[in-house]
């Protein structure tokens, strides 16, 4: 950063461009056709379904209709194909734990490879969490990649 008399000249970074996030404020309420999320509040959430609700689809379900995920995680090694029941029950119970407060954060797809597992998420949020969690409860190598000018989260975890 460079000192101009009072002024400050500097780089001002862009945002990253998502052509899920929705541009214009939503009628409140309006509920999402596929999932039945409750876009009320400025948020997607969780609700009664109210009868006079317009409909639109939520950012997770395009992602899902589209096949464009936000986030990928993959989960390889001995300690996966051995403990697989195991490993499955804690990515599904984060799952859970996180959809019922952030209705857009979903598994898309898990995927068995010669490897081991592929997921793919609707957000960035779910698969550093899950990360986290399988470091937390069975130790292992977990590496976050963030893909440079784009909302993309990579997670490897093995063990």
């Known amino acids: 950063m ?6 400050l000249n500097r780089l001002v970074e862009e945002k990253v461009h998502d052509t899920y996030t929705i541009k214009k404020k939503l009628s409140e309420p309006t509920v ?12 997607w959430q969780w ?8 409909e639109h689809k939520c950012p997770a379900c395009l ?4 096949k464009v995920p936000c986030g990928y995680i993959t ?21 859970n734990r996180e959809k019922t407060g952030h209705p857009l954060n979903r598994i898309m797809d898990m ?3 010669d490897d081991g597992l592929e997921i793919t998420t609707t957000d960035m949020h779910l698969p550093r969490d899950i990360g986290v969690a399988l470091e937390h409860a069975y130790d292992g190598t977990l590496d976050y990649h963030y893909e440079a000018g784009s ?6 975890w093995s063990r």
Request: aromatic share 4%; proline share 3%.
């Open 111 to 113: 995927i068995e490879t």
């Open 151 to 156: 909302n993309i989260l990579r997670v490897k």
């Open 2 to 7: 460079t000192t101009v008399g009072a002024r």
């Open 75 to 95: 989960i390889s090694g001995d300690f996966y194909r051995q403990h697989k029941d195991e490993i499955m029950g804690l990515i599904r119970n984060k799952e």
């Open 32 to 43: 999402c056709p596929s999932c039945n999320a409750v876009y009320h509040k400025g948020h």
């Open 63 to 66: 992602r899902i209709e589209d």
């Open 47 to 54: 609700l009664d379904v109210p009868n006079n609700a317009e």
